[in-house]
C-alpha cells in the first residue's frame, strides 16, 4: 500500500514539473507559431509520437498492438 501511493504522488508531481517547465504563451504568440510552423494536426500521423502514456507512467510505454 506504501509502495502504491508513493508511485502515485511521485506521478502527479512529475506532472507538476511538467506543467512548471512548459512555457505560458498568449492568443497572439500562439497564432504567429501555427502561422510559422502549421498546426500540428496538419501533420502526417506517421511523423508524431504520442507521448502521454510516457508521462503518464513514467519511462514505461507499453506498445499498443494495431
Same mark, same amino acid.
Given at each position: ?44 500521423? =506517421? ?18 498492438? =494495431?
Amino acid at each position: 500500500m506504501i509502495k502504491e501511493t508513493m508511485c502515485e504522488v511521485l506521478q502527479e508531481e512529475r506532472l507538476r514539473l511538467c506543467q512548471i517547465l512548459i512555457p505560458y504563451i498568449n492568443d497572439d504568440e500562439q497564432r504567429e507559431l501555427e502561422a510559422e510552423f502549421g498546426i500540428p494536426s496538419d501533420d502526417a500521423e =506517421d511523423e508524431v509520437i504520442d507521448m502521454t502514456d510516457w508521462v503518464r507512467y513514467g519511462n514505461k510505454i507499453s506498445q499498443k498492438s =494495431d
